[in-house]
């Protein structure tokens, strides 16, 4: 993927795209600073195992995939960029001149550095302000985000019943009931006290 390449799917095309340019492995450094859920997604999903990924601003609204994040072994880091602050003392630093728009770090060319960030600014408020009118509508016709869960009150109560059975560990159930370990003990509070209740089979005199 050479420097400068402009890819302008989004979405899972966008990802594919990528992961087709980097050999199937994805970008090694990410920066996401849209603020979205969409595109956070799509960092997380063209960023290769083990690369980084970088956001830039307050993600409004994003719910952070930290279990896709931790088997991958994706390194996060980002936090609010307050733009307008820390740019114009930048650019003195650098002394940064752009031959295309005649841009400089003098007291003139600071100022459209200011008009810029303040337009990038307003744009982001638009798109976040867009995002949470169009989950707020979704949620008043019902939808509920994230991913659906698999902990039904058919499961809780199925595995309810089979807990207390001290032939069967609880790793065993949670595979009969095609579900994990960790989900029988976030969604069973009492879930030790119906496991201190197992009391092992006595043999009688039949059996021995």
Avoid at 176 to 202: F, K, M, N, W
Wanted: aromatic share 6%; hydrophobic share 40%.
């Amino acid at each position: 993927m050479r420097q400068g390449h402009i890819v302008e799917k989004r979405g899972e095309a966008g990802v594919a795209r990528i992961k087709e340019m980097t050999g199937g492995y994805g970008a090694h450094s990410v920066v996401e600073a849209v603020g979205t859920q969409e595109s956070f997604m799509q960092a997380v999903g063209t960023t290769r195992g083990s690369g980084h990924l970088g956001y830039v601003g307050v993600n409004y609204d994003v719910q952070i995939p930290g279990t896709e994040l931790f088997f991958a072994g994706i390194h996060t880091l980002g936090g609010p960029a307050p733009v307008r602050r820390f740019l114009p003392d930048r650019t003195r630093e650098i002394g940064f001149t752009s031959l295309h728009e005649n841009l400089d770090t003098t007291p003139g060319g600071r100022l459209v550095f200011h008009v810029f960030a303040a337009l990038a600014e307003f744009i982001r408020e638009l798109i976040v302000q867009g995002t949470r009118e169009r989950l707020a509508a979704a949620r008043a016709r019902g939808w509920v985000g994230g991913r659906p869960t698999v902990a039904t009150e058919e499961v809780i109560h199925a595995a309810r019943d089979l807990l207390p059975d001290p032939g069967r560990s609880i790793t065993s159930i949670a595979k009969l009931l095609g579900v994990s370990p960790g989900t029988l003990y976030d969604h069973i509070p009492d879930l030790c006290e119906l496991r201190a209740g197992a009391v092992p089979r006595q043999l009688d005199a039949t059996e021995r």
